[in-house]
């Protein structure tokens, strides 16, 4: 009976802690591996618990998708690859609070003997890949990047299978670099890595994300997460193979062995740390670059803001505080604070104020811990280390952690590294190294923490303890001592302020200082909360702090000497500058007779310089006025060709026509009426058509010059009719999306135009030897203020080094015999001059039923104004 009451009532217990907790999930993106240890680390650690969190970690499972899963508030964080990015675009409302890799850890690989040792020979192979791996823009771009042409590559459903490569049933599989090298390497296979980061593609991946609805509700849960899960992978990190023990014992659902686990917290730790990066960072020009990748690959659909993408402070610049901390905050409004009293300008007292760089810093805490500081007064730094382990004051803001002190107090990470440098007489050299003034002897505040590091560290030279800066001084002034070791700052503020002529810097030493804020050993809560906010300080704000006072300013006496030597100085200056005014004086009399001189020369050269600018605009317009017949003549030529033979089987359908019922009269001497009757109707309709195309020539030939009123659609079509018997012979499939627009305009001149590009388009087919399938886009849409024509193709683009002279005249790229080269700058001229509007041309790289083509593409816009009927 009392045992039922006793686990009835550490059930009770158990059930009211639990409540205290913030019950979050986390969906897995695999299965259970090193991939996760920081998160397995945080909950076995009790990490997340002392952020107030209770983490229910969920399983993956195949079928699974866990963006989709936080979006729809299935589960509450995930972890996400790279196309977190595409997953925005569709509008899914996920946001990132870090990327735990700042490289892909997802690899190509090929076995040594299958003669694929670059990406070239990828060509017709097959390549094994998740859906999700073949998506990742950092995989397309490495194959892109070497011109592979995607329809000629064979992807394959991936098996997860690593045995698949090994027995040849693909010929390169995607996969991770922590893991199938090593199971390779195990049993003796010689692979290749293709790696994205080894061709330039460097992309983050492993995003911790959440619900954009979950950051706004509870901002606190969503950053004690992520504190708790970085202080987890800080600690699997530092620990990789108690970290492995753990998962091989507890999370091992893939029955890995502990060796493999270790191989890959080894290789998953540098894809952290890639490039000395902070656990978790990302970058927004990263993030940026990343973006505009997928987007110049044709992968978004419509534009989205990526700095969105992640969550780069939540407003606040406070830290989070557990329940624990919170209260301590509550409970003790005034924290007693001793300082280092008399170093400018890190730490002194100005007036009863606590000022210099350390107090900034301290300002910077109390603001993010929401704890307010009382100063407690002493007259040396011996004199605050003795209050702190009295209990005079809780906390000291700035001293070295160094182990005689970690007895009583306990230290913060750093916030602030102090060089040393040696202060000597102005006659002193400038030394790289102090162990060469061993017969010097050198001046050490007694009581900082560097002087026995110091002797330790050059056990042969001099060093003399003395009771202050001023002390130092004075030694070196009686020639008592050489030199003085102190803080960089503090010693240049010494010489400045004091204007010690005769002293200088001499050299900069090979020693730091770090500088930690001490805590008493009896308040842990208060050592926690300071940890925290000084971990929370960001580069900004140090630099900041640095830039103030390095710019500060010293006042000194008024110098006579100094204002004697500044007057000789001014009345010689004047007296040059007189000197001169009188020789310019000299200079302009007889420049001015020259000049005017010179202006009656420039007038009459600028009266025959008009007349030679008129005769010029004159021969300027005559040549345009040539160029656009010579334009007019080489599009009515290729229109005379298409015209011919839109003839030829018309005319065949008249004359057989004709023919047959001559031939009928003449041996049957009578004709059937039903057979007179359907061969007249067929050639009429048949002579009709052929009218209709030549008032499509003449309209062409002989354009009304007026402005008139056409569709769009009707005059695209118009163009098309010209041209169908030569893209049905050459397999040139035209594809439409044309919006129904009515414009008032000149048509012909618009027929011209897309004659041109589109005879642009089937020639760059013939030319390229295009294999495949060959397509025209044409599209016109009604945008807000103009309307866009785009013409594009799938015949490769135009070379890189001619695309910007396309619209010059006389440029062509094809035989002399085909080609003037006037037909695009006519286009342009006809665009500019005529219809106010613009043109352009540029090669794109597009997606059109799920494969990628490469082309040139023809954008014109012209002006709505008012103009525009919609239909």
Known sequence: MLLRVFFVLLLSLSTLFSKDLRRVSLQLSWFDQFQFAGYYIAKEKGFYKNYGLDVDIKPFKFGINVVDDVNSKKADFSIARETLILDRVEGKNVVALYALFQNSPLILLSLKNSGINNIEDFKNKRIMTTIDDASEVSIKAMLLSRNLDFSKLDFIKHSHNIMDLVNNKTDVISAYISKTPYDLKKIGVDFNIFAPKDYGFDMYSDFLITNDDFVKSDIYSVRAFKEASLKGWEYAFSHIEESAKLIYEKYNTQNLSLEALIYEGEKLKELAYHGNNKLGDIKLDKIQRIYDLYNVMGLVSHKIDPHKLYLNGDGSSQIYLNRKESNFVNKNQKIKMCIIPNIKPYSFVDDGTFSGIVADYMNLVAKKSSLKFELINTMTFKDSLEYLKEGKCDILSAAENIKSREEFFNFTKPYINVSLVLITKNSGSFIDDLSILKDKKIGIYKHYSFNKKLRENYPENGFVDVDSIDDAINRINRDEIYGYVDLILSSWNKIVEKEFGNLKISAKLNLNTPLSIAVKKEEPTLYAILEKAVGSISKKEREEIFRKWQNVEYKKEF?????????????????????????????????????????????????????????????????????????????????????????????????????????????????????????????????????????????????????????????????????????????????????????????????????????????????????????????????????????????GGIKEEIIDKIFEPYFTTKHQYHGTGIGLYMCKQIIDKHMHGSIEGKNITYKYNNKVYKGASFIIYLEKEQNIEKK
């Open 559 to 795: 110098d006579y000497d100094l204002l004697w030597k500044f007057l000789i100085i001014f009345v010689l200056i004047v007296s040059v500058i007189v000197y001169k005014q009188r020789l310019l004086k000299n200079m302009n009399d007889t420049l001015k007779e020259k000049v005017e001189e010179k202006t009656k020369e420039l007038k009459q050269i600028n009266q025959e310089l008009e007349q030679r600018v008129k005769k010029e605009v004159e021969a300027n317009l005559k040549k345009d006025s040539i160029l656009s017949r010579q334009a007019k003549f080489a599009a009515m030529g290729e229109m005379i060709q298409n015209i011919a033979h839109q003839w030829r089987q018309p005319l065949s359908i008249i004359s057989t026509g004709a023919s047959g019922l001559k031939l009928e009269k003449e041996l049957n001497g009578d004709i059937d009426d039903k057979l007179f009757d359907d061969t007249l109707s067929r050639i009429i309709d048949t002579t009709s058509h052929l009218s209709n195309t030549i008032d499509d020539f003449m309209y062409f030939f002989k354009p009304n010059k007026n402005k008139s009123k056409f569709k769009i659609e009707e005059t695209i079509d118009k163009t098309l009719s010209l041209f169908n018997d030569h893209l049905n012979k050459r397999k040139i499939n035209i594809i439409k999306d044309i919006n129904s627009v009515t414009i008032k305009g000149y048509e012909s001149e618009l027929i011209q135009i897309l004659i041109n590009i589109i005879n642009n388009s089937k020639d760059a087919f013939a030319q390229e030897k295009t294999e495949g399938e060959m397509y025209i886009f044409i599209s016109a849409k009604n945008l807000e203020k103009a309307i866009l024509i785009e013409v594009r193709d799938n015949a």
